[in-house]
């Protein structure tokens, strides 16, 4: 009877383990070449290349409702690393638009995830972004609200 039950457990560790591995390094890249998203909490699958496509309400150019002068642009092309460009400017502080060189001082990459949106300024093509995290609470196709995730700021934006 002990033998059996150490057999048993023998038999129960050794299968469990071997596939609660294998299922662990499959969780990023499957044998096919299928990627997981790993910031959703379903079962989304994308394929190695493929990119969900950006956020059509985020898409387009919005102004700051306290500060008329800043402004953000989303744009829906892709950096080919699962992030599209953005760029802000604060005309109070005497920058415009076209003060900005391209894909340069200005300029973020972004994401959405659910109610989170990722941005990831950038200085002159330089290595080190600089990630803003924002919490979503108000949204439709005309105006956003978001919240920084230390909860010190809290922006509000309308579609121009």
């Known amino acids: 009877m002990v033998g059996a039950a150490i057999g048993a457990a023998v038999w129960l560790s050794g299968p469990g383990k071997e596939h609660s591995e294998a299922k662990d ?3 990023e890249e499957t044998e096919s070449g299928e990627m997981t998203n790993e910031h959703t909490t379903n079962s989304i699958v994308f394929f190695e290349g493929e990119m969900p496509p950006a956020d059509p309400l985020m898409v387009g ?4 409702n306290e500060n008329q002068g ?5 744009y829906d092309d892709d950096d080919g690393e699962g992030h599209y460009w953005g760029k802000e400017w604060d005309e109070t502080d005497d920058v415009q638009e076209d003060d900005l060189n391209y894909h340069g001082n200005g300029w973020f990459r972004w994401r959405k995830s659910n109610d989170t949106l990722y941005e990831y300024s950038t200085m002159d093509f330089r290595d080190v972004p600089i990630a803003h995290i924002y919490l979503v609470s108000a949204y439709d196709s005309m105006n956003i609200a978001v919240r920084e995730t230390n909860g010190r700021s809290q922006y509000r934006f309308t579609k121009e």
């Open 61 to 64: 150019r919005w102004a700051n």
């Open 25 to 27: 390094s499959r969780s």
């Open 70 to 74: 800043w402004h953000k642009v989303y």
